[in-house]
T-cell receptor, first 110, second 110 residues
Framework: NAGVTQTPKFRVLKTGQSMTLLCAQD?????MYWYRQDPGMGLRLIHY???????AKGEVPDGYNVSRLKKQNFLLGLESAAPSQTSVYFC?????????FGPGTRLTVT | KQEVTQIPAALSVPEGENLVLNCSFT??????LQWFRQDPGKGLTSLLL?????REQTSGRLNASLDKSSGRSTLYIAASQPGDSATYLC?????????FGKGTRLHILP
C-alpha cells in the first residue's frame, strides 16, 4: 500500500515548455487535490476532483489544467510553463474528512 | 472569503516545555479543522482532525481544541522533544475545499 505517490520528484523546465505531473493513489479515495506551496504563501489549492471524470477550480487555477480519467490518478498539466510556476506541488486525497498527502514535486522554471 | 491565520510564524522553546500553537479563521461555517505536521522537504502528515461538532481531540502528547463560534483552534504539545521540531499547519474544510494557514515553524532546543 503505497498511499499517495507523485511523479516526478524534481523537474527543471524552461519557460514555455510543457509537462504533466502525475498523482497516483491506491486507497480508492474519491476526492483528490493539487496544491502548490510557496515560501510565505502557504499551501494554495490549484484544482480538485470529487470523483472520476470530475474536476473543479481552486484558488489559483490559471496556467494549469487537470484530468481525472481514472479514479486512482489525478494529472496536473502545465501547457506553457512560466517562472511564476516555480514551486513545490503537492497532491492529496481526502477520505472521511482526513487528508493524505504525497511527498511533493519540486518544479523549477527558468 | 475564508482566511486562516497562524500566530506566531516561528517559535523556539527549550526541550521539555509545554507549548500552544494558535490558529484562527474568519468564517465559523467550517465542516472541520485539521492540524498537520510538515518536516523540511517532506509532505504533510495529519496529526488531529476535529469535526465542527467537536470541541477537542487528543493523540498522545497532542491536544487540539476548537471554538467554532470565536473562530479559534489551539494545538497543545506537552513535554516537547527535539523530534517535535517541524512546521505545524492548520486547515479548515469549507464545502469541498481545504484552506490552509501559513504554518508555525517550531524549533525545540535540546
Amino acid at each position: 500500500n503505497a498511499g499517495v505517490t507523485q511523479t516526478p520528484k524534481f523537474r527543471v523546465l524552461k519557460t514555455g515548455q510543457s509537462m504533466t505531473l502525475l498523482c497516483a493513489q491506491d486507497m480508492n479515495h474519491e476526492y483528490m487535490y493539487w496544491y502548490r506551496q510557496d515560501p510565505g504563501m502557504g499551501l494554495r489549492l490549484i484544482h480538485y476532483s470529487v470523483g472520476e471524470g470530475t474536476t473543479a477550480k481552486g484558488e489559483v487555477p490559471d496556467g494549469y489544467n487537470v484530468s481525472r480519467l481514472k479514479k486512482q490518478n489525478f494529472l496536473l498539466g502545465l501547457e506553457s510553463a512560466a517562472p511564476s510556476q516555480t514551486s513545490v506541488y503537492f497532491c492529496a486525497t481526502d477520505h472521511r474528512d482526513e487528508q493524505y498527502f504525497g511527498p511533493g514535486t519540486r518544479l523549477t522554471v527558468t | 472569503k475564508q482566511e486562516v491565520t497562524q500566530i506566531p510564524a516561528a517559535l523556539s522553546v527549550p526541550e521539555g516545555e509545554n507549548l500552544v500553537l494558535n490558529c484562527s479563521f474568519t468564517d465559523s461555517a467550517i465542516y472541520n479543522l485539521q492540524w498537520f505536521r510538515q518536516d523540511p522537504g517532506k509532505g504533510l502528515t495529519s496529526l488531529l482532525l476535529i469535526q465542527s461538532s467537536q470541541r477537542e481531540q487528543t493523540s498522545g502528547r497532542l491536544n487540539a481544541s476548537l471554538d467554532k463560534s470565536s473562530g479559534r483552534s489551539t494545538l497543545y504539545i506537552a513535554a516537547s522533544q527535539p523530534g517535535d521540531s517541524a512546521t505545524y499547519l492548520c486547515a479548515v474544510k469549507v464545502g469541498d475545499k481545504i484552506i490552509f494557514g501559513k504554518g508555525t515553524r517550531l524549533h525545540i532546543l535540546p
